[in-house]
């Protein structure tokens, strides 16, 4: 058909960046040194606890990097939080993050830090990339599936950002499918931060444990990148053709 636009579709790809904790009991902590790409979308996730309770009354603020860090979700459970955050930016700064939580001092701190490529680039700081976001919780379990809705294309990726917290063991396994970004975790008190990704829809974004615990899970769909362009050496033959259509109609006009 003539003048039809084919649409083309870029595939999602995920790229981690920092990922640690620290035990420290601090109001603040700084993550290592990252180099991010321009123009892609930056999804970070922080995790924390204060011994005793309750949980931390806010989630912290995120700089560095040069980029704009704005909070998709930020969610607790008993003595937890888990915060997720979006950035893009045209030209990132090579450098650390600050974590910062203000006057509340925290009993450790875990985060992770990810770059996706082939993503819708429009609105401001990574938000045409982000879709929709959707967070559960439960207590003395072994897992926790977050449900998102339905996806807006077949084409977009899933990211999941879990808080396990308490137990005796930190470490989580990612859900079916889904691949690991990072996994950092600490003791005193345990804590464990996974965030995990797949270049595909899923609905049912979960992790698990072996031993008992809380959990608090955030989900994230992510909208992959569509451009049109012209069928190869579709544009040349479509001028011809109006080129010469118009050529005739000139042609009659004048008898």
């Not at 995920?14 to 979308?41: C, E, H, I, K, R």
């Not at 980029?67 to 459970?77: D, E, K």
Request: charged letters at 15%; a negative charge; aromatic letters at 6%.
């Amino acid at each position: 058909e003539i003048g039809k636009e084919w649409v083309i579709v870029k595939a999602v790809t995920m790229t981690a960046l920092a990922g640690a904790g620290s035990t420290v009991n601090a109001a603040s902590y700084t993550t290592a040194s990252q180099a991010p790409t321009g123009d892609l979308l930056q999804l970070a996730a922080v995790s924390s606890v204060i011994t005793g309770g309750p949980a931390p009354a806010a989630g912290p603020a995120l700089t560095g990097n040069g980029v704009t860090w704005v909070s998709v979700s930020s969610q607790t459970v008993d003595i937890g939080r888990v915060t997720v955050f979006r950035g893009m930016v045209a030209s990132p700064i090579a450098g650390t993050n600050l974590i910062d939580f203000g006057a509340e001092t925290q009993s450790g701190c875990n985060w992770s830090f990810a770059e996706f490529d082939g993503v819708d680039t429009t609105g401001t700081n990574g938000s045409g990339a982000v879709v929709q976001s959707v967070s559960a919780t439960t207590t003395a379990a072994t897992s926790l599936t977050v449900t998102l809705g339905a996806f807006g294309s077949t084409d977009n990726a899933t990211y999941g950002a879990f808080l396990k917290e308490g137990g005796t063991d930190e470490t989580q396994t990612v859900g079916t499918g889904f691949t690991s970004v990072a996994n950092p975790t600490h003791v005193g008190p345990v804590e464990g931060l996974l965030t995990e990704w797949r270049v595909d829809n899923d609905t049912s974004v979960d992790a698990s444990t072996t031993n008992a615990a809380d959990w608090r899970g955030i989900a994230v769909e992510i909208k992959a990148s569509t451009s049109a362009q012209m069928p190869p050496g579709l544009g040349p033959a479509l001028g011809e053709f109006l080129e010469r259509g118009l050529s005739q109609f000139a042609t009659l006009l004048r008898f």
